[in-house]
């Protein structure tokens, strides 16, 4: 896999889907142990009662620990870390220009402005 530009969850949650540079899209199981096709009504019990025991037992440290943790593929996490990295950077130099400017020359446009890249009347 190459570097992965996007990152996005299915409608009802259940899948991630990722985009690399290479033109591919990879489809992932939001939750790893979720088994896929048809289950039997055993398996189906099983599942409910390991659930419930989680829920029960949601207070205790060991069991919060678990639940907590989110298995990421490495190459979406290291690309979420390395563009929270660039932002933090980005967000730094701005403000660094901004102190270092004569008040007014620098006008900072609003996130959700960046992100157009052109109206059409």
Do not use: C
């Not at 440290?61 to 929270?84: C, G, Q, S």
């Amino acid at each position: 896999m190459q570097r992965v530009f996007s990152v996005r969850f299915s409608g009802d949650g259940s899948y991630v889907f990722s985009g690399s540079d290479d033109m591919n899209v990879r489809v992932w199981k939001a939750d790893a142990s979720e088994q896929l096709g048809v289950t039997l009504p055993r398996e189906k019990h099983k599942a409910a009662y390991n659930k419930a025991l989680v829920n029960r037992y949601k207070h205790l440290p060991e069991i919060k620990r678990i639940t907590r943790h989110r298995r990421v593929p490495a190459a979406i996490y290291k690309a979420a870390k390395v563009r929270r990295t660039v932002q933090a950077a980005d967000k730094r130099k701005l403000q660094r220009r901004i102190q270092h400017s004569a008040p007014g020359s620098i006008t900072v446009k609003p996130e959700r402005k960046k992100k157009v890249v052109a109206e059409i009347e």
